[in-house]
């Protein structure tokens, strides 16, 4: 049996694990993983002996980075390899001001199959564990702020400031990992990231958007919409949820957490991007305070729609589409991808090479 992970663990549940430590110790070893220590040795104001325990019987991450690349436009994709030998994606994306989000993954593999999708294309192995989501975000901070400060630091540059659930894997199928997870990140006490800057994206699950309105936590929710043509969607999308029943949780949502939705559209070349999938996009967004983010869809090798290959749209088609969303009063925003050089952008993630020059 593996040894048990403490990345990713409550002050609470370490406590547990280790009741024999005083107080004051337990929470040496929260703030040292927060800051992002490397091993248990580095730890280096707790005794020796205890040390050597910790190394004995637990593990500090969950998996190991086994291999990195880095795009010249900031991007870094990490590949986290498991205990059970599963291959999982992880990427820090920099913007033009210099913030660093983290884009974490919640699945090996992914069940919805969505045929744009790198990683639909991969099949699904299994749900990740709240450790392994955690661990993902350590490891990237690692990556992002070089050599780790001591107990409550950030790192030796500015490190991470946002998280966007968007690597692989369909988050709302794995609700109850993910929420342990996010607790750690969000704790006041260890990583203390604001719920504001995560965001959960999903393919379409009506009854966990349901469970999140209900439940929580209350952070930011992206829709992968991509179409509101429900017979189009339907083929391109196979494991969404009907659109009627999307609108309604997605309404239901807003009553309860009051926060804006983003409709996220991969835009495909040739199918989703006439003034008909215009007026059907304005017609779902009617009602919901949503802004609309448009991606134009990041080429993968080997995806094909009903015996055609895939392409990216024509730019010009791209910058009509948008006005023709600004006519109907829709709030349009246009994301400039990066990472495509590493296969690291929306949609890449699952196969670890770079992109063709």
């Known amino acids: 049996m593996a040894r048990p992970a403490l990345a990713g663990l409550s002050l609470k549940e370490i406590c547990g694990l280790l009741p024999h430590l005083p107080g004051f110790r337990h929470k040496q070893i929260c703030q ?3 800051a992002g220590v490397e091993t248990f040795e580095g730890m280096n104001n707790l005794p020796k002996a205890l040390r050597d325990e910790l190394n004995q019987n637990y593990r500090l991450y969950d998996g190991k980075t086994s291999n990195c690349l880095e795009d010249e436009d900031g991007t870094v994709k990490l590949q986290i ?10 990427v820090i994306l920099s913007d033009g001001e210099g913030r660093k989000t983290a884009c974490i993954s919640t699945q090996a ?3 919805a199959g969505c045929l744009f999708c790198k990683t639909g294309s991969l099949g699904f192995t299994r749900n990740l564990t709240s450790t392994e989501m955690v661990s993902q975000f350590l490891f990237l901070r690692q990556k992002s702020s070089g050599t ?6 950030q790192g030796s540059s500015p490190g991470i400031s ?3 659930i968007m690597g ?5 199928l794995n609700l109850e990992e993910l929420r342990k997870a996010i607790a750690f990140f969000c704790d006041e006490g260890g990583l203390n990231i604001s719920k504001r800057r995560i965001t959960l994206s999903t393919s379409g699950i009506a009854k966990g958007i349901q469970d999140l309105a209900a439940n929580g936590p209350d952070i930011r929710l992206a829709l992968s919409l991509t179409t509101a043509r429900q017979d189009l969607r339907k083929r391109l999308m196979p494991f969404s949820d009907p659109l009627p029943d999307l609108k309604e949780a997605l309404v239901h949502y807003q009553k309860n957490q009051n926060r804006r939705i983003t409709l996220e559209a991969v835009l ?3 199918l989703n991007t006439s003034q008909s999938d215009a007026a059907a996009l304005a017609g779902f967004a009617r009602g919901l305070d949503a802004v609309v983010n448009l991606i134009p869809w990041n080429p993968v090798e080997g995806l094909f729609f009903e015996g055609k290959p895939l392409a990216p749209p024509l730019p010009g088609k791209v910058r009509t589409f948008a006005r023709a969303l600004e006519t109907l009063g829709l709030n349009v925003t246009l994301r400039y991808e990066k990472g495509r050089g590493v296969n690291g952008a929306c949609g890449q993630l699952g196969e670890l090479r770079r992109s063709p020059a």
Not at 81 to 87: A, G, P, Q, R
Not at 168 to 172: A, I, T, V
């Open 168 to 172: 692989m894997g369909e988050p709302l």
């Open 162 to 164: 946002h998280i966007v």
């Open 109 to 111: 593999g992914c069940p």
């Open 32 to 34: 040292w993983i927060c």
């Open 148 to 153: 780790p400060a001591g107990p409550g630091g």
């Open 81 to 90: 390899t498991l205990e059970d030998n599963s291959k999982i994606e992880a």
């Open 268 to 270: 495909l070349g040739g």
